[in-house]
Every structure is written in C-alpha cells, then in structure tokens.
C-alpha cells in the first residue's frame, strides 16, 4: 500500500537534489505508524511528534491504510517566559 508521508520543519530531509518534505511510501499492509517512523529512521520521545494521519491526531499503534497521508509534526516548545 502507498502512504503519503509529510515532514515539518526539523524532520525535512536534505538530499542532493534538495530539502524534502514530502515523500511517497510502499509499505506492508498492516503497517502503523510505528512502522512507518522506524522505517524512516526517526526516534519518537514522548509526545515530542504530534502524528496526525488524515488530519486526526493518533497513536503509533495506528494501523495505516491505502492512501493516507500522515504528517509527522515535531513539538515546539518555548513562548514568551516571564517578564
């Protein structure tokens, strides 16, 4: 089955031919999100990566379907601190 997979800002990927963001993958049926950021090498910590497949917020245990796009979004902290 083919996914889109969709990476913000410090997840991009440079590459010779430039920054990605956005990539097509072929992967088992079966797979979940866990899968999926393995196979892209990236580590989860906590909640560090907000994982939204479909434009819903999920759990790594997500099983993926045919056709979805998932957004791997890191989590920012910081804000204005006090004054």
């Known amino acids: 089955m083919v996914v ?5 800002t410090i997840l991009r990927r440079e590459t010779p031919e430039g920054v990605v963001d956005r990539l097509k993958l072929d992967l088992p049926a079966g797979a979940t999100i866990q899968s999926l950021v393995e196979r892209l090498e990236i580590k989860l910590r906590g909640e560090a990566i907000l994982l939204v497949v479909n434009g ?3 759990k790594e245990d997500q099983v993926l379907a045919e056709g979805d796009e998932v957004r791997l979004i890191p989590a ?8």
Do not use: Q
């Open 56 to 58: 819903k917020i999920v």
């Open 76 to 83: 920012v902290s910081g804000g204005w601190g006090e004054t």
């Open 4 to 8: 889109t997979v969709r990476l913000h």
